[in-house]
T-cell receptor, first 114, second 112 residues
């Protein structure tokens, strides 16, 4: 299967700072990338869908100014959590989709905001 | 709103036992997927079922898609500790085939 990487795998930051998470499709071109967040013992919740070269589409209740998404190339999407607060602490997972619509998930990034 | 309800939410069994996890919805899905996720990792796709009534087998795992394409089940035979993980069902959102909606997940623990 296709490989999707995320960087960093974990990050600890102070409240009020911004954190950028990268999602890369390593061996295929991803027309669409998705960002999810997952709280402990819970399922994945879709945050936004990003297509290369266009603005991301955010799910209801997700603040677009809080979670900035950039999808500058067919192999890279970034999620920036701006002015992070402790309640933003979560496991953030990206997935990448090719033209076949199958999603391949990254290994996730654990964000802890102190 | 398309919702996928999974049951049970938690399951703790002994090695060698059989189990079934259910994924139900009041909505029709064009397909359903099953994933397994281990702590600190992303979900890994196990199977996609597309046709109503379809049965797929993956070693000791048997997946079934309901005739009406509103529900699915995952049956594990002779569970092993390595089967421990979070099992998630997911289906495409009706407004966009590429976006997925996930069930709440079933946390399975297989004790040696």
């Amino acid at each position: 299967g296709a490989v999707v990487s995320q960087h960093p795998s974990w990050v600890i930051c102070k409240s009020g700072t911004s954190v950028k998470i990268e999602c890369r499709s390593l061996d295929f071109q991803a027309t669409t990338m998705f960002w999810y967040r997952q709280f402990p013992k819970q399922s994945l919740m879709l945050m936004a869908t990003s297509n290369e070269g266009s603005k991301a589409t955010y799910e209801q209740g997700v603040e677009k100014d809080k979670f900035l998404i950039n999808h500058a190339s067919l192999t890279l999407s970034t999620l920036t959590v701006t002015s992070a607060h402790p309640e933003d602490s979560s496991f953030y997972i990206c997935s990448a989709s090719s033209l076949a619509n199958e999603q391949f998930f990254g290994p996730g990034t654990r964000l802890t905001v102190l | 709103t398309q919702l996928l309800e999974q049951s049970p939410q938690f399951l703790s069994i002994q090695e060698g036992e059989n189990l079934t996890v259910y994924c139900n919805s009041s909505s029709v899905f064009s397909s359903l997927q099953w994933y397994r996720q281990e702590p600190g990792e992303g979900p890994v796709l196990l199977v996609t079922v597309v046709t109503g009534g379809e049965v797929k087998k993956l070693k000791r795992l048997t997946f079934q898609f309901g005739d009406a394409r509103k529900d699915s089940s995952l049956h594990i035979t002779a569970a092993q500790p390595g089967d421990t993980g979070l099992y998630l069902c997911a289906g495409p959102k009706e407004t966009s085939g590429s976006r997925l909606t996930f069930g709440e997940g079933t946390q399975l623990t297989v004790n040696p």
